[in-house]
């Protein structure tokens, strides 16, 4: 994955020009992006398990002038997908096309998305001149939904662009795109096991995955949600559609993003992304309930062992994977007191 995420890098330029925004906002200069895909052994601090790409750093002052560097967790990633990915797509999938498109292609549609989320999609985009050193003080308190959600879209509008394929990223790419739209639709539903109280969306990851379902849903009919059997279900009908519907919503939060409009992005926000039907939500915790997996995970570490020689040199490291992940934590606790 990181030969993939760095060819994307190399063609960040050309992925910028095919972007659907206005061509003012298109950055003309670019400093690569330094790009890794790596196997996590050890997370601290903010890092967490179901942390699965970073993009580095935060201030846009500092992307304009040096650039990014961007990180695929993919030992994250796939132990979270082995985990649930089969239990969830039984109860949640709408079709046996739709579960076995998933089954071939889901996992690596996940990474595709994240890979460009994270190398094409943060920084991409250029400002205007009012808002040079950033958009998060115009935009406030919707800023980082707007710019989780322009990331994604970026993922989503660019898998059926041809040049994956002449970049060797991707094969069957029609079916690889539609499995990261069929994803992309499902986790609007799937993600309310999350919010057991209240009819409202906090999260910003939360509230940028619900803005492009229902945003593509009531613009263009692309997406729609329907019972069957006592359930609800969430599926794509047109897929080409969809991706207008895609193209049409990057484009748009491009531009408030380089203008500043804090009234157009609260407009969408409030509209779309922060308040669902809390008996649905209600429908889909007991779902979750019925198939024992937890709301939220949490990772145990590797154990590393230093060997030492006698000089204090350290001559193998020896892993072992722990079970408890109180004891663990209880003996980081020890490690700082």
Do not use: C
């Amino acid at each position: 994955m990181t030969d993939a995420m760095t060819k994307l890098a190399q063609n960040a330029a050309y992925f910028e020009e095919k972007a659907p925004w206005a061509p003012k906002y298109k950055k003309q200069a670019f400093s690569p992006p330094v790009v890794k895909a790596v196997q996590v052994l050890v997370e601290t601090g903010d890092f967490h398990v179901t942390t699965i790409g970073d993009n580095l750093p935060n201030e846009n002052e500092i992307h304009e002038k040096y650039g990014t560097k961007n990180f695929l967790f993919l030992g994250s990633s796939h132990a979270l997908s082995a985990a649930s990915a089969a239990k969830i797509g039984a109860e949640f999938i709408a079709s046996a096309e739709e579960a076995e498109r998933d089954r071939k292609y889901g996992e690596l549609a996940e990474d595709l998305k994240v890979a460009m989320h994270e190398v094409i999609g943060h920084g991409s985009g250029k400002l205007t001149e009012r808002v040079k050193d950033g958009a998060e003080a115009h935009l406030k308190e919707y800023f980082s939904a707007l710019e989780e959600a322009r990331a994604d879209l970026m993922a989503l509008w660019n898998i059926g662009d041809r040049k994956l394929s002449e970049l060797q990223l991707v094969k069957d790419q029609e079916e690889v795109a539609r499995a990261m739209y069929d994803a992309a639709a499902r986790v609007a539903l799937t993600q309310l096991r999350r919010i057991p109280r209240g009819d409202t969306i906090e999260e910003d990851h939360q509230r940028d995955r619900q803005l492009i379902v229902n945003f593509i849903k009531d613009t263009t009919g692309a997406i729609e949600y329907f019972d069957r059997g006592g359930k609800t279900y969430v599926r794509v009908k047109d897929y080409r559609k969809m991706r207008e519907g895609v193209g049409t919503l990057l484009a748009e939060l491009m531009r408030i993003k380089a203008e500043g409009d804090y009234d157009a992005i609260k407009a969408l926000i409030d509209k779309y992304a922060v308040h669902f039907d809390p008996a649905v939500r209600d429908q889909v915790v007991s779902r979750y309930k019925q198939l024992d997996l937890p709301t939220y995970w949490a990772g145990i570490n590797v154990h590393l062992d230093a060997q030492l020689d006698a000089n204090g040199n350290v001559t193998s490291v020896r892993a072992s994977y722990p079970r408890d992940a109180v004891k663990q934590y209880l003996a980081y606790g020890k490690m700082y007191q």
